[in-house]
């Protein structure tokens, strides 16, 4: 990977990682390692949230696992000691689930990113905190491409803890000055998400099905509109917060800034693959109530403070993607 | 009261009110029986919380009362039926407790809420509900007065914890239909509110110290202006919600619209209770950092969509709070 993150900035540093095992916390505690950091993983194995132990195997004796759930504020008190950074990304991310029963996300998303604050504030607080939430936080755009200052009014359950979290680690930024970066993820895709339902990421569902050479279900008229960043582009503007003072106290949309719509995205996949096929069908009425409409993301606060920009375009992230789990099926299917 | 709520649209009514033991929530609930609404309220008189069951003294026999914790989801499951509106009322509300621990808020204002919005979800979801928040949602702001589209960068735990409550109700407004309007509220003051501790309301604790020839602290150099708003006032725009079906899906600030500094304020109530002084005292460094600075709400939405405004000028209300009090000492000192 280029980018304009210094070289050996991160050779040496300490760096907890919540939600290690699951799919964007894996490819990042791969990504440090790479980059020569000490990586300890926090995860609970919920099962259904997306951890795999296959996920890291790369690395695996590179890496301290440290089984527990991010709500244990003992076993948090004792993690946080001795890191230089914190990347907070376990939590519940099932948009469906959290309209079906609301309390797993404020349990693990709200309070449970509070306890990894107050692990900060009260035996680490010179740790950096680098959070990972949504663009749905911004829900359905008033105008295109949405930028950092644009109204945040999340449509769902996942979304409203997701904000939460995040005005709590800006406030102990601003109040104890627990020092964090506040990320806002678009549709991010590549290997090691779970495979197994549809409820994550559509991308790697549409990949999982082109695979089995099934049907892809485009929803609606197949044109709303979507921004897809490669899970490499993610974990480098992640690394990227890590490296930089100028990044803390910042929020900043992740993507690559510009639109796919879905049939695109649809044919993308089943070019890649060389298998499946897409047709049009239609959404529930309660989706259709949720569906934010068009997305895509104003990257120039990113990519003008701290030089971050992405490298992988759709097809050859999706051609990553369909090797990865050709090679690796058994372990996610 | 003089407004433009339509007279005789609440007799009859059935109204659930949380929190209704408390400073606002048992005004509120006077006005309700006033109008001739069949009121119960829920109170768990959390010590320290500003229940205090005398509040409902005059109209006691006319409300009933159910103990409980808004978290008990069986219990709020029987209590919403048959309610044309819940009034959420119920909270932790003191911002400095909130960053000492963050999980009574996070479990009370959050989590509760989304009890209260299950309840109503799954077993009325023909009530109609009326959330009060605080300005705190918006934080420091950027210009004066304040409108309802201006960002929200809450600064404490507490002011989070209402932001996710109000994004809570929203969504079940959007996406299952529960009707509702959302309050932030400025600065409140009257009678009723707990006079034992400064940690709510300052206007009432400036009062408490003048009926006892105290001297008023008046913090940093006194001329940071806030918008005080007489409860009376606040009741009745909640009976305007309740009233009107134009109020539904919409967010409105309550206040009075203009200015008053803190030294206006703490001359203004000893000139009420003829008794006590002020003086001008130094922010303690956490305080500083968590003052939100000028804040006064722009309230031209609820006055023009539902005609309400506020009526009781800032000496009125301050005598008739130190009437109040004076009166009714025994139970709030």
Same mark, same amino acid.
């Given at each position: ?8 900035? %991160? ?18 505690? *791969? ?6 950091? !000490? ?19 790369? #690395? ?20 946080? #000691?001795? +890191? ?10 099932? !948009? *469906? %689930? ?9 349990? *693990?998303?709200?309070?449970?990113? $509070?306890? =990894? ?5 009260? !035996?680490?607080?010179?740790?950096? #905190?680098?959070? @990972?939430? @949504? ?7 008033? &105008? ?16 409203? @803890? ?10 102990? !930024? ?18 090691? $998400? +779970?495979?197994?339902? &549809?409820?994550?990421? #559509? ?11 099934? @049907? ?9 509109? /979507? ?23 910042? =929020? ?13 995205? $649809? ?7 060389? &298998?499946? /096929? ?10 259709? $109530? +949720? ?14 403070? %701290? ?22 099926? +058994?372990?996610?299917?």
């Amino acid at each position: 990977m280029t980018s304009a993150r210094p070289q050996g900035a %991160l050779e040496g540093a300490r760096a907890l990682v919540t939600g290690g095992l699951g799919f964007i916390g894996s490819n990042l505690s *791969i990504g440090l390692v790479e980059q020569g950091a !000490h990586v300890t993983i926090v995860d609970e194995m919920i099962a259904g949230y997306g951890a795999n132990p296959f996920n890291i195997e790369s #690395v695996r004796d590179r890496v301290s696992i440290n089984y527990c759930d991010i709500r244990d504020a003992n076993a948090m008190n004792q993690l946080v #000691v001795g +890191q230089d950074f914190v990347f907070h990304l376990a939590g519940q991310v099932d !948009h *469906i %689930l959290s309209m079906k029963d609301p309390y797993p996300d404020i349990d *693990i998303n709200v309070k449970g990113t $509070a306890v =990894v604050m107050e692990a900060c504030r009260h !035996h680490n607080p010179l740790a950096r #905190v680098i959070y @990972t939430g @949504t663009r749905g936080q911004y829900g359905k755009p008033a &105008s295109l491409p949405v930028s950092e200052t644009a109204p945040t009014q999340p449509l769902g359950i996942y979304e409203i @803890t997701n904000l939460a979290a995040e005005k709590i680690i800006e406030a102990y !930024h601003l109040v104890f000055g627990v020092r964090s970066v506040l990320l806002r993820l678009t549709n991010t895709y590549g290997p090691r $998400a +779970q495979m197994q339902h &549809s409820r994550y990421g #559509v991308v790697n569902w549409f990949v999982r099905l082109a695979l089995d050479d099934a @049907t892809i279900p485009v929803y609606g008229d197949g044109l709303i509109q /979507r921004d897809f960043l490669y899970v490499d582009d993610c974990v480098e503007a992640m690394l990227c917060c890590a490296a930089s003072e100028r990044a803390w106290g910042n =929020v900043f949309n992740l993507g690559v800034g510009y639109p796919t719509n879905f049939i695109e995205l $649809a044919k993308a996949v089943v070019r890649a693959a060389g &298998s499946g /096929r897409w047709e049009l069908a239609p959404f529930s009425p309660e989706r259709k $109530a +949720q569906e934010p409409g068009d997305f895509y993301a104003d990257i120039t606060k990113i990519r003008e403070l %701290l030089g971050w920009e992405p490298r992988v375009r759709l097809d050859e992230g999706l051609a990553r993607t369909v090797e990865f789990y050709r090679q690796n099926r +058994q372990h996610y299917w």
